[in-house]
Every structure is written in structure tokens, then in C-alpha cells.
């Protein structure tokens, strides 16, 4: 199936644990989004890359740290989890023209800290 | 900056009511509209999308007419189902810049009773 697939579709951890969360797409989009939905459904965007580079880097705390190793692929990598960062977290890609086109989503991660 | 401004909900309507779920924008420029839609426990889908001003999406018969003199992007819908209980998002992407991010807004809850 042609998707954006997202793995775990649930984690639960202790805070402090590192935790990393796996996203692939086989759609040949160039640039690949993570977004946190927080417990009010607000959706935020954290990163984005575009063909393996760094285009967008919000007010995210530098314990994240998304990786890509190709332009299929993009994790992200979570360092001493704290409560606050229990949310559920959306991998999503577009091809380049994607003002026209919009982003296909994953179904979500949903990470809880405990 | 970009931004979106979404109807706050939660929103309850009765089998076959109809359904208004106000958008305005804020943008330089046109940006290009989105709706998507989040039920329960899935990611975001791809609802409709209209890339410029007068034109009309539309899918599973809901509608938005890209209004650039009100910078609005309503959803409508003449008849509603139970299964259209969901959260909806209105969002937007630039249409120019180096990070065409898309912009969410808060989102609407719509739940349909029987």
C-alpha cells in the first residue's frame, strides 16, 4: 500500500527514557513533517525536510532531534522524556509542490510518559 | 504570521441537520485552503482543497468556497450522517517562501446523533 507509515502506533515510557519514533513514506515525496497534537487536538509542526535537509526547525526543545537518512525516511529521536511530552505525534509528506497538493499523514504515534 | 481562526466547538447536530463550520485566514498574498478530518483515533485525511480564490472544493458532499474578499474558507454540508463525527481542521499553505508549512487551525469536534 502507498502510505505514510508510522511506527509505534503506541508507546508508553517512564520519564527520562530515550525513545525514537520511525516514519517512512513510499509515495516519492521530497519533504517529510513532524507535528505534535496536543491533548486539545492543537496541531503544531516541529520539523521539516526537505531531500534529507533541514528546512523548517520550530521552538522545539533541543532533546528532539529528527534524522533522515533518505527522502523516504524521516525519525525522530526523543531524549530524557518528560511528562510534557505526552501527545500524539504525526509523520506527514508532500512532493514538492505541496501548496497545491497538501500532506498525507500518518496515522499518529501516541506517546505517553509516565 | 499565517494563521487560522476555526469556529470553536464542540459542535452537536441531529442525522440530516446541516452543518457550517466557519475558517478565516490570515495570509499574504493566496494561500492555498485545506480541510481535513480526524476521526476517532485515525490521523488526518485530506477532506477538500481549493488553491484559488472562487474556487469550490468539495468531497463526500461537503463544500468551501475560497472567499478572498472575507478571507474565508467554510465547510458546509446539507445533510449530515453519524459517521461525519469527527474533529475538523481548516489549514492553510503559504503561497510563496522557502517553508510552505501548513497551518493548522484549532480544529472542530462535530459529533452527529442518531
Known amino acids: 500500500d502507498t502510505a505514510v507509515s508510522q511506527t509505534p502506533k503506541y508507546l508508553v515510557t517512564q520519564m527520562g527514557n530515550d525513545k525514537s519514533i520511525k516514519c517512512e513514506q513510499n509515495l516519492g515525496h521530497d519533504t517529510m513533517y513532524w507535528y505534535k497534537q496536543d491533548s486539545k487536538k492543537f496541531l503544531k509542526i516541529m520539523f521539516s525536510?526537505?531531500?534529507?535537509?533541514?528546512?523548517i526547525n520550530e521552538t522545539v526543545p533541543n532533546r528532539f532531534s529528527p534524522k533522515s537518512p533518505d527522502k523516504a525516511h524521516l525519525n525522530l529521536h526523543i531524549n530524557s522524556l518528560e511528562l510534557g511530552d505526552s501527545a500524539v505525534y504525526f509523520c506527514?509528506?508532500?512532493?514538492?509542490?505541496?501548496?497545491?497538493?497538501?500532506?498525507?499523514f500518518g496515522s499518529g504515534t501516541r506517546l505517553t510518559v509516565v | 504570521g499565517d494563521s487560522v481562526t476555526q469556529m470553536e466547538g464542540p459542535v452537536t447536530l441531529s442525522e440530516e441537520a446541516f452543518l457550517t463550520i466557519n475558517c478565516t485566514y490570515t495570509a499574504t498574498g493566496y494561500p492555498s485552503l485545506f480541510w481535513y478530518v480526524q476521526y476517532p483515533g485515525e490521523g488526518l485525511q485530506l477532506l477538500l482543497k481549493?488553491?484559488?480564490?472562487?474556487d469550490k472544493g468539495s468531497n463526500k458532499g461537503f463544500e468551501a468556497t475560497y472567499r478572498k474578499e472575507t478571507t474565508s474558507f467554510h465547510l458546509e454540508k446539507g445533510s449530515v450522517q453519524v459517521s461525519d463525527s469527527a474533529v475538523y481542521f481548516c489549514a492553510l499553505i503559504p503561497p510563496s517562501g522557502s517553508a510552505r508549512q501548513l497551518t493548522f487551525g484549532s480544529g472542530t469536534q462535530l459529533t452527529v446523533l442518531p
Open positions: 481549493a488553491t484559488k480564490a472562487d
Open positions: 506527514a509528506s508532500t512532493p514538492s509542490d505541496g501548496n497545491n497538493y497538501g500532506y498525507t
Open positions: 525536510y526537505n531531500n534529507k535537509e533541514l528546512i
